[in-house]
T-cell receptor, first 109, second 115 residues
Framework: GQNIDQPTEMTATEGAIVQINCTYQTSGFNGLFWYQQHAGEAPTFLSYNVLDGLEEKGRFSSFLSRSKGYSYLLLKELQMKDSASYLCAVREGTDKLIFGTGTRLQVFP | DTAVSQTPKYLVTQMGNDKSIKCEQNLGHDTMYWYKQDSKKFLKIMFSYNNKELIINETVPNRFSPKSPDKAHLNLHINSLELGDSAVYFC??????????????FGEGSWLTVV
């Protein structure tokens, strides 16, 4: 079966660091994606991991451990505009992207 | 230029009606998708086409019929609309199948409300 778990909501303060965790159980794992979705908008691509380890891209980093079925998204130097939902998604096979329910992050001043 | 564009953005219609949502991508991608996001914000794949060929059909009711006239277009037709069809429908596209470049790009969504 397919199961992707993320916390439903998180809060953090502007300038802080926040880590959003994602655990998954899927068949045919072929990469893990993180997307950002602001309210009323389309999801936009943030990061992609297919091998174990950390991928860094500016203020955002994503980590993957395939043996543990675990990933996290790390957001540094939080800004108010980072308030959004963050979607963890696992690709099965070549085409099928399975999304978690998303984590709604609220950044406060 | 919008990379993945879909129309209409908002659609309010009565139960039992038939409606279509159109999608076009100008990224030159080979694969296109329809995703449905429900009121709980859960995003779920419905269909995927690669070069006009259906490759994913996720047990969606047969009232939903995708059509891909060419690889740049993927339209979604819904017959006999039901209240439970109310959701945001996202069209998306990607270049490769399964490779590192297979990032999926989403359109802006079509908000469907069935009353």
């Amino acid at each position: 079966g397919q199961n992707i778990d993320q916390p439903t909501e998180m809060t953090a303060t502007e300038g802080a660091i926040v880590q959003i965790n994602c655990t998954y159980q899927t068949s045919g794992f072929n990469g893990l994606f993180w997307y950002q979705q602001h309210a009323g908008e389309a999801p936009t691509f943030l990061s992609y991991n297919v091998l174990d380890g950390l991928e860094e891209k500016g203020r955002f980093s994503s980590f993957l451990s395939r043996s543990k079925g675990y990933s996290y998204l790390l957001l540094k130097e939080l800004q108010m505009k980072d308030s959004a939902s963050y979607l963890c998604a696992v690709r099965e096979g070549t085409d099928k992207l399975i999304f978690g329910t998303g984590t709604r992050l609220q950044v406060f001043p | 230029d919008t990379a993945v564009s879909q129309t209409p953005k908002y659609l309010v219609t009565q139960m039992g009606n038939d409606k279509s949502i159109k999608c076009e991508q100008n990224l030159g991608h080979d694969t296109m998708y329809w995703y449905k996001q429900d009121s709980k914000k859960f995003l779920k794949i419905m269909f995927s086409y690669n070069n006009k060929e259906l490759i994913i059909n996720e047990t969606v009711p047969n009232r939903f019929s995708p059509k891909s006239p060419d690889k740049a277009h993927l339209n979604l037709h819904i017959n006999s609309l039901e209240l439970g069809d109310s959701a945001v429908y996202f069209c998306a596209s990607s270049q490769e199948r399964g490779g590192a470049g297979n990032t999926i790009y989403f359109g802006e969504g079509s908000w469907l409300t069935v009353v």
